[in-house]
């Protein structure tokens, strides 16, 4: 069958581990100094590693693969490994929208007569979708349809969400274009001496006041590093922004889901290939545009 999974630039890996090391359903193994894929059937293809590469060696393809066997990966490598890895490996599928993958996986515990970690409970029936905030949460924005508002909720009167009679369009803090990472000039004028937000496809969509809280007053590049390819363009555009453009500060604004971690390793890289030294600051956004954390590294 043909589906989505991993899939490894041997030139690119440098043998460090961390995908190894967080890829608890037991896919990928450091074979002769290189990460390898050790078994399609283990491989979910959901991409979570692909974050935790500081090189930016692995990318998901389309291709012709054995279908992917929870049970089997639950019960030979999850459920052996104790209860923290059992609760990161359904975080993993919850955060993925991976229902039916869960829903397998809680069958497993059931069966082992394991209690389930905190927040999962029972079992879902076939077809039955949890509420939002009880048993299994609903996942990953990017992959799986929720809505913010909790079940029940009483809607409130439309005056009360009405905006102010002398309110009118809000300007945009937009100063430059294109803003795709893969279209920018990275030796355009308007970026020299700038402050850069380098966000994420999605934050602007999940932060209402995107424009006036984040972009004001910055440059802009947007990118996705799990959809997008050529990441190590990236990492070359924004190090020439860092040494030739002479950008002061570097903002990334994330979504929370690991695969999402990867514009900060692209941030950092650049920074590290740049001989200019400047400050970063990680920025981590919910769907609903909280912020879940905000640290300069």
Request: proline share 7%.
């Amino acid at each position: 069958m043909k589906r989505n999974i991993i899939t490894i630039d041997e030139e690119l890996c440098d043998g460090c581990g961390l995908c190894a090391g967080g890829c608890p359903e037991g896919a990928l193994k450091l074979v002769d100094g290189k990460a390898r894929l050790v078994g399609d059937l283990l491989c979910d293809g959901l991409g979570a590693c692909i974050g935790t590469c500081p090189r930016g060696a692995i990318t998901v393809e389309h291709r012709e693969a054995e279908p992917y066997d929870e049970r089997k990966v639950m019960e030979d490598n999850i459920v052996p490994k104790g209860a923290a890895t059992i609760k990161a490996h359904l975080d993993h599928l919850r955060d993925h929208g991976e229902d039916g993958y869960l829903k397998t996986a809680l069958t497993v515990l059931e069966e082992r007569k394991i209690e389930p970690p905190a927040g999962y409970g029972s079992v879902p029936a076939a077809g039955a979708q949890a509420p939002r905030g009880h048993e299994v949460p609903a996942g990953c924005p990017g992959m799986k349809a929720f809505s913010f508002k909790a079940a029940g909720a009483v809607p409130a009167p439309a005056a009360a969400h009405a905006a102010p009679a002398s309110a009118g369009p809000q300007p945009s803090e937009l100063k430059q274009w294109p803003i795709q990472l893969h279209l920018i000039n990275p030796r355009n004028p308007q970026f020299r001496g700038s402050n850069l937000l380098l966000a994420a496809d999605c934050a602007a969509f999940s932060v209402g006041d995107f424009h006036s809280r984040f972009l004001k007053n910055k440059t802009l590049a947007i990118a996705c590093p799990k959809l997008d390819d050529g990441l190590d363009r990236y990492t070359d555009k924004l190090a020439v922004m860092i040494d030739e453009a002479m950008i002061d500060t570097l903002t990334v604004l994330r979504m929370h889901v690991p695969c999402c971690g990867g514009l900060v390793k692209i941030a950092q890289d650049a920074r590290a290939k740049a001989s200019r030294n400047i400050p970063i600051k990680s920025i981590t956004v919910d769907p609903e545009g909280n912020i879940l954390q905000e640290v300069w590294l």
